[in-house]
Structures are given as C-alpha cells and as structure tokens.
C-alpha cells in the first residue's frame, strides 16, 4: 500500500474559478471591497493589541474608475502585504490569510469582524480583468518598500519590488472587454449600494461615503428607540409605510446570528411582499432571496439577518440540508413565535388592532409549521361578524351552550362574504347565534386545519343550511300542513326550479322565516372550492354547483299558495317566491331575470 497527496494542477483549476465558482460576475466588487475592510480591521484589532503602535489614521476604501486606461482600483489603508505574505495569501489559491488571522486574533476580536475564509474571493477578479495589479505595503515595513505583483490569469505572476508612499493596498483591475460595464459610474455605483451599504468601514466612491458602518441591527436594543428602528426600515425599503412592529435577533451559541425582522403591514396582494428579506455575512450583502433559510411563511416579513454560519457557496438545495441553517431557521421560527406571544400578552387591545395585518401572517404559518401551530394556537384570534375578537378557548366557551347540533358537535358559523350571505347571517343572529368572519386569503384552508385539531367542531357556512337544522339538538316544530298538503306543495315547488341544480326540501321553520331560502350543502361546497385550488379533488371541478331550495311550510305565503285555485296565479307566486330567493344570492341571470322582472313590473 502507497499513500500520497493528490496534485492540483493550476492550469486545471484556474479557469474553473474564474468561470464557475461564481456565476454572477458582479460579485468580484463585494471580494475585493471585503478584502480592503478586512485589512482595514486587522489594523484596528493589531492598534488594539498593541502590536501596531503608529497612527491608524482614517481607515477609508476608495473607489476609483479611470476610464482611460480602462482601470478599477480598490484601495485601503489596511495592514497591507509583505513580499512572503503574497507568496502564501495570494499566490497559493485557496489559503485564507483571514481564517489564519482569526485563529491567531481570537481572543482579542469579535469573531464576525473579518468577512473573509474561504481563500477564493480575490480571484473573482479575474472574471472581469484581462490582467490584475497589487501595489501594497505592509504596515510592517520601514521605509518605502512595497511590492507590485501582476497576473494576466495565467498561472503565471510576476513580483517585483516598488514604492507605495503609505502602507496599504490598491488591487487595480485592468477591466477587460466584455466588462466594461464596470468601468461605468452608475454600475459601480449601484453595485456598492448593494453589496457594501453597511459594510463596518466607510467606502468612499467619487468623493461620497456610500455606507452606513453601524447599522441598527449590530447595536443593542437598549441603543435604539423605536424611531431608530423605522428609520432604519425605511433605509432598507425607501418609501415604504412604517412597520407594525420589530423582533431583533442576536444569538451567539450554537450559531451566531444578529438581525432585525419586521413585520409590514400586509397587502392585499402577498406575494410581492414575499422574500424582502436581506441576507448579510458580516455586514456584507449576500442576497435577498432567503428561501430555504427561513420557512416559508416567515418570506413575509422583512428586514435582515446577518450570519457568518449560513454557508455562502453553495446550492440552496445544499442549504436546505445543512444542519446549521436548520437550527437558524427553527431559532427564527420560535424567536417569531415569542414575540407575537408577547405582544398578545402585553396589550390586548393592541394586539387586534394589528389583527388584521397580522392575522393572515398567522394562519400561514399555523398552516405550515407544526411547532408553530402550537404556538399559534394561545394567540391566534377569531373575529366575529360585530368585530369582536376572541382566542380559540374563549370563543368555544362563548358559543358552547347553544351552537351544538343533533350529534353534540359545536358548530362555528361563519361567512366568507358579508355582504353576499348577508341574509344568512341576519338570520343567525335574529336566532342569537353568533357568525364568524372567514374572508382572507388563506380561510377556507384554515378553517379545515381548526376542524381537525378542535376537537369536537365543525366549521359551517351561513348559508350551509337553514340555521335551525344545522344547530337544533331536536326536530323542528311541526307542520301546519297536514302531511298530503306537504307532499303537493313539494312536487308543486319542484316543478318550478331548474330540476338539474336545486333540490327542493321542505322544513317547518317558523312563520317568521323566509318563505324559501337558497342553500349550499357544506361538503360539496368545499370539495368543489378546493378543487379550484388543486389538491387532487380535480372529479368535481366538471360538476356544477348545488343547491338546495328550502321551502317553509309554515310560512302564510305556502297556505296561501295550496289554496289558490286559479292555476295561473298559483304559478306565479311559488314561482315569484322561489326566484326572490335565488336573487338575493345573484343566482337569477339572463333569460330568467328579464323575465322574472317583466312579471314583476307587470303586477305593479
Ligand atoms: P479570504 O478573504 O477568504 O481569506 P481572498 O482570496 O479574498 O480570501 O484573499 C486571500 C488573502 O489575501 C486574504 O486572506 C488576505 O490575507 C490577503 N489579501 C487580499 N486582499 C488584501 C488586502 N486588500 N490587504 C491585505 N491583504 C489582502
Ligand atoms: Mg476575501
């Protein structure tokens, strides 16, 4: 047996940095600008140490374009480089002169104050330069002694030594052709906006600090007033409203993570509020596509994380996987739940006002995530059609005496549209039942997850079925028909509705009921509402809908009609009767409203 070390040929595995190690070449910019501010903070950590004993002076990057010569330089006054550091930081790909820094500093640093660890960022240059300088000077050196190294991305380099006023580092990049949109101020401008807007060292480019160094998310809590807080929303969404409220994040152990999450006042369309919220590494602008990260539902809220944990370089399926992500994403998910737990508890009232905004939020998650569902369910809030609100426990025991039906089931009624079933809910009410408001986004889903965590409940519709038979425990009052009379009257009825659609039932409701009403059977509504949305109900998305067209018997207007001898007449009236009903639920169209209004028009 033989052991050996495998060779990485640099011929080899140049060009797959270059090209495939990053796929957008944009991000050389937010290398190299790292690398300028980790040599910058080296230099304070060294100051602190006391092993620099100069003046450290202002500690600004400044970048330059020179579009004659085609150039982009980043320059610092940071630590700089030695002859043999370039040999070992730049020359061997892959080591990190930063890992090696934070090893060696540990104890006198925080640990998120240098970005870089992976050795790879510096030749992200070669992705847009034909050829690349460093003119540098460490701060160790006397005198003027600097190195220029040069590279034209073959393996080749060559080294030499110059002289650099200041200790300190310029990378010049000679932009090559199919760049040059580098070599354009709004490019670099945008570019520095984006990646470098809260970089921890002042950036300077064409005379302006485009950066903030403390941003609100790396100060403590007790530093910040609410209106520091908003203001710095508005610095990552411009013209945005204020926020309803804020968590801010700061763990150290089993992963570190700082951030602030806020939460928007939702929309009415969702989905363009979705993934806002900022990935950072160190103060460094990563990405704002934070899927895989966060669980889905938390994409609604906004703002920023910042982690040296999440690993950067890699796929999001990968992402997914990873252990450390993980425990982030159950750590937000739980620091969420707290917060919306305290606020519940702090101020009620304040709480449902922000009901409205949150409460969709809510649900989605509920929806979504066991664990929070838990959490959820001490907070989440039902609101009722006279805009009250109450948790979960406290509504069961408002409806608990009367909403139960035959089986000893509660009934939760509700409406999915006011306005639509307002008759319905009128008559719940006049009948002292109360009726809950179901009209979001994600409703019809939640009300199917609360039926099966509740127990002993079901949810109903309004006009599901008369109010009395979807709660009454006993059998209606009876008929003041005789049994002969309600047959007639049924076969009468059913000659005068559309035989393929209604059906035609028949229930001793009181007098003070509507003579006919319209219903939608609950079980079929749902299944046809939710094959709309998919989810392998597709068999009933070709049936048309049904309804059932109860018929009071108990009603004057019925005896009224079983009398009437003139046949003519007692067409018209059931007739008249049953499409009154069917236009209170805008379901008389076409043909069949000219008409009915003609009749109608016609006994005036
Ligand atoms: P990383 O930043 O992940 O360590 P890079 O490829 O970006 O990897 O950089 C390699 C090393 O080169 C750095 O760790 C650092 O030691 C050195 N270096 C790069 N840029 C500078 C600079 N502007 N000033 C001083 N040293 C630098
Ligand atoms: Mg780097």
């Known amino acids: 047996m033989s052991t050996g070390k495998i060779n990485v040929q ?27 501010v980790d040599a910058s903070q080296k230099l304070r950590t060294l100051a602190s140490a006391n092993e620099f004993k100069g003046e450290t002076g202002e500690l600004e990057v400044t970048v330059t374009i020179n579009k004659e010569a085609k150039t982009l330089t980043i320059s610092d006054r940071g630590v700089g480089m030695t002859a043999e550091e370039i040999d070992r930081y730049i020359n061997q790909i892959a080591f990190s002169g930063a890992e090696e820094f934070v090893t060696k500093y540990k104890d006198k640093m925080d640990s998120g104050a240098i970005i870089g660890h992976f050795g790879l960022g510096f030749y992200s240059a070669f992705m847009v330069a034909a050829k690349v300088e460093i003119v540098t000077r460490s701060f160790r050196e006397e005198g003027e002694k600097a190195v220029r190294w040069e590279c034209d991305g073959s393996p080749e380099f060559t080294l030499s030594e110059t002289t650099r006023a200041d200790r300190g580092t310029d990378i010049i990049l000679h932009i090559n052709e199919e760049s040059e949109e580098f070599l354009e101020t709004a490019r670099i401008e945008n570019l520095l906006q984006k990646y470098c807007k809260f970089l921890p060292v002042s950036i300077k480019f064409e005379d302006k600090i485009i950066n903030n160094t403390r941003p609100a998310w790396t100060k403590k809590p007790a530093e910040l007033t609410e209106d520091d807080y908003n203001a710095f929303y508005k610095e990552l969404y411009p013209f945005s409203e204020n926020p309803l409220f ?100 702090e101020s009620r009232t304040d709480f449902e006002s922000k009901w409205d905004d949150i409460g969709v939020f809510i649900k989605y998650g509920m929806l979504s ?37 035959k089986n000893n089931k509660l009934v939760y009624l509700y409406t999915s549209n006011p306005e639509d079933q307002h008759g319905f809910v ?179």
């Open 10 to 36: 640099t011929e080899n595995i140049f060009p797959i940095i270059k090209k495939f190690l990053y796929s957008d070449h944009e991000i050389f910019l937010r290398e190299l600008v790292s690398n300028a």
């Open 246 to 345: 804020h968590i801010h994040l700061n763990v150290d152990y089993p992963f570190s993570l700082t951030g602030i999450l806020y939460f928007p006042k939702l929309k009415k369309n969702i989905e363009v509020q979705k993934n806002k919220i900022q990935l950072y590494c160190n103060q460094v602008f990563v990405t704002d596509s934070v899927e895989g990260i966060v669980p889905d539902f938390l994409t609604l809220l906004h703002g920023v994380i910042d982690s040296p944990d999440i690993p950067l370089n890699v796929s999001r399926s990968y992402l997914q996987s990873d252990t450390n992500v993980k425990k982030i994403s159950s750590h937000i998910t739980k620091k969420v739940a707290d917060r919306l737990e305290e606020l519940y508890k």
């Open 369 to 405: 995530d066991e664990k929070f569902y838990d959490r959820g369910q001490k907070f989440c809030l039902l609101k009722n059609i006279d805009g009250q609100y109450f948790n979960l426990e406290e509504y069961r025991n408002k409806v608990q005496p009367l909403q139960t039906d």
């Open 426 to 604: 009128t008559a719940a009410k006049n009948k002292g039942y109360d009726v809950l408001i179901m009209e979001g986004p994600l409703d019809a889903h939640f009300l199917n997850a609360l039926e099966s965590k509740l127990e002993n409940t079901s949810f109903v519709r309004v006009d599901a079925d008369t109010v009395d038979k979807l709660i009454l425990k006993e059998e209606n009052t009876t008929s003041v028909l005789t049994d002969e009379e309600v047959e007639n009257l049924k076969s009468f009825a059913q000659l005068n509705v559309p035989k393929e659609q209604y059906t035609v039932v028949l229930e001793n409701l009181s007098p003070d009921d509507a003579p006919v009403t319209i219903t939608r059977p609950e079980f079929m509504r749902r299944m046809k509402e939710m094959s709309s949305v998919g989810g392998g109900y597709d068999f009933m998305g070709g049936m048309s809908e049904q309804f059932n067209v109860v018929v009071n018997t108990n009603h004057p207007l019925m005896s009224k009609i079983l009398n009437e001898t003139d046949e003519q007449i007692k067409t018209f009236k059931m007739k008249q009767a049953i499409d009154l009903a069917r236009l209170s639920q805008n379901l008389l169209k076409g043909e069949e409203l000219t008409q009915f209004i003609q009749k109608a028009v016609s006994t005036l």
